[in-house]
């Protein structure tokens, strides 16, 4: 490594010291839980855009974040290229193995698509050469089809069929990218795909299109050779009033409707779960629980705070909960991992403190991995599931889960059930008692070895 960024690589230190520096403290990468190292359950990837790219800007102000490359080029390809480098050792320092990336994240737009091509082509030649170099591989890429004002109405959902055809060519070269770094997903994050107002907008035009643009996306793969897997992230608002891809329930049935479901799965996000009103958990279950989990995001937002934050995770309870959910499933997906879809606050502004934001989120869901290894082994979950439904198990309980009873089976078994004899068969669930047996773990599951 170079040390073009000043900071060591971050050491595994244990936890002997409470107060957090840049040394992982539950992240030991080749430590195995359940069966498999860390490094394979949580499998972490550094998002460019927010890592490199992202000034720390706010409606209300400039950027604040300092960077070793700031004021060094000229040039913007110059830069491009040089960040390349940057990102690298970063990945090698943090102990990553993976990154994530929109084109338009790594090189400048020319003044045409031919242009924007020659220009990202010079820059993946180098991440190329750096992958060949230190074993880094790409977890997911995606189009940039929201930030340009082309797209003020969306790309696979605009109105307007230039717009329309633009996306498609940006797409195709997208997944040839895919290819050529051997990307093991491919994301589509629908940034403006949805609608400000119902009363301009046809719908199923829209989503007849996009519907389209996916199918064309699922053919050229097949045409190249390009085995990566790909994924939907649902999004419920912001930029648009309404996205169509509001949320895994959402993003299910539009691609079981225009039998998409072969072909895709779903990338998840913690802060798009709870703008869309759930909690992270329920999205992973709703998405797993129809054999739709891909890939997650890793990132919290403020409780308090109605839009898109996307800060670095830190709270137990939550990576506790995705963590029990994905050692239930068995992986994270297919070929999923945990992308840092992230940013420190404005106030942690220095290149340190970029690294600390991902310690912090990479020793969050660590704790959560050993936490939620300890609930499995011991079956509290499975245990407590299984006797509350345990009247499925025999009698009339197991004839409706086999699928052998009518509407009339049903009244016959119930018409001379006194009242009481119903109330007695319920028991009660003891939810405070759960919430408390859960904190219990995370309470003492840390200090286990």
């Not at 959902?157 to 997944?175: E, N, W």
């Not at 539009?254 to 895709?264: A, N, P, R, S």
């Not at 879809?341 to 106030?347: F, M, N």
């Amino acid at each position: 490594m170079a040390d073009l960024w000043n900071v060591e690589k971050i050491p595994f230190v244990g936890t002997e010291d409470v107060k957090q520096g840049l040394g992982f403290r539950y992240y030991d990468a080749d430590r195995v839980v359940a069966g498999k190292k860390m490094k394979d359950w949580l499998r972490f990837g550094v998002a460019y855009w927010h890592t490199f790219d992202q000034r720390l800007v706010d409606p209300f102000g400039d950027g604040t974040a300092q960077r070793p490359f700031d004021g060094k080029y000229s040039d913007p390809m110059d830069l491009a290229l040089a960040k390349v480098d940057y990102s690298f050792e970063f990945y090698q320092k943090l102990g990553a193995e993976y990154f994530c990336f929109h084109d338009r994240d790594i090189a400048p737009e020319g003044d045409n698509l031919r242009e924007s091509n020659k220009n990202l082509d010079r820059v993946v030649d180098r991440m190329e050469e750096l992958q060949k170099e230190t074993g880094i591989k790409l977890l997911w890429n995606t189009c940039n089809l929201f930030n340009n004002p082309r797209f003020f109405a969306g790309a696979a959902t605009s109105p307007f069929a230039d717009v329309y055809a633009y996306a498609g060519g940006q797409l195709k070269h997208s997944l040839e990218i895919a290819k050529r770094l051997g990307a093991e997903n491919y994301v589509f994050w629908g940034g403006r795909e949805g609608y400000e107002n119902l009363w301009n907008t046809d719908y199923k035009r829209e989503q007849d299109n996009i519907a389209r643009f996916f199918q064309m996306a699922v053919d050229y793969a097949e045409e190249i050779g390009l085995d990566a897997q790909f994924l939907l992230e649902p999004k419920p608002k912001e930029p648009t009033t309404h996205q169509y891809d509001f949320d895994a329930a959402t993003t299910i049935a539009f691609l079981k409707t225009y039998g998409l479901d072969d072909h895709f799965k779903l990338n998840l996000e913690g802060n798009h779960a709870n703008l869309a009103g759930h909690t992270y958990q329920h999205e992973i279950r709703v998405a797993r629980t129809a054999g739709m989990l891909g890939s997650l995001d890793a990132n919290q937002g403020d409780k308090l705070l109605g839009w898109d934050l996307d800060e670095f995770p830190s709270d137990l309870y939550e990576t506790t909960a995705v963590m029990w959910e994905v050692l239930a499933e068995g992986s994270i997906g297919p070929k999923g991992g945990l992308n840092f879809d992230a940013k420190p606050r404005r106030t942690s502004f220095s290149e340190e403190d970029l690294f600390l934001a991902h310690v912090v989120g990479m020793d969050a869901f660590a704790a959560g991995l050993l936490i939620a290894a300890k609930m499995h082994e011991d079956k509290f979950i499975e245990n407590l599931v299984g006797d509350r439904y345990s009247s499925y198990d025999s009698g009339i309980g197991a004839k409706i889960s086999a699928g052998e009873t009518s509407l009339a089976d049903l009244e016959e078994y119930a018409l001379d059930i006194p009242n009481e004899d119903i109330l007695a068969s319920v028991k009660a669930d003891k939810l405070e008692a759960l919430k408390a047996t859960i904190n219990n773990y995370i309470l003492s599951g840390l200090t286990e070895k």
